[in-house]
């Protein structure tokens, strides 16, 4: 069993930035992606960011060159650097992970990208 808890987000103007964080617990030896998704109002949840277990990293073609997908030396948490946020970034963002072939998820945390 893997346990995600999120932190982060909140109401951010346009052009802004924003950190969230996803930290495991439990079999953390397990994990071999992490991931973190979004979803919008009325729109199917989409990929936002990978990290492989070498810390290879991957990106939606909509947020490329703007956030940034980290983690700690110890690969407990990952982290979503957002910057240049823009209205359509608003969403709620959960951090995924896979274990064993089973899938993980947080809470889920909301961004809302507003003036």
């Known amino acids: 069993q893997v346990q995600l808890v999120e932190s982060g987000g909140g109401l951010v103007q346009p052009g802004g930035s924003v950190r969230l964080s996803c930290a495991a617990s439990?079999?953390?030896?397990?994990?071999?992606?992490r991931n973190w998704y979004r979803q919008a109002p009325g729109k199917q949840r989409e990929l936002v960011a990978a990290?492989?277990?070498?810390?290879?990293?991957n990106y939606a073609d909509s947020v490329k060159g703007r956030f940034t997908m980290s983690r700690d030396n110890t690969k407990t948490t990952v982290y979503l650097q957002m910057n240049s946020l823009k209205p359509e970034d608003t969403a709620v963002y959960y951090c995924?992970?896979?274990?064993?072939?089973?899938?993980?998820w947080g809470q889920g945390t909301q961004v809302t990208v507003s003036s």
């Open positions: 995924h992970a896979r274990a064993r072939r089973v899938d993980y």
């Open positions: 439990g079999s953390i030896f397990s994990i071999d992606a």
């Open positions: 990290i492989t277990s070498g810390g290879s990293t």
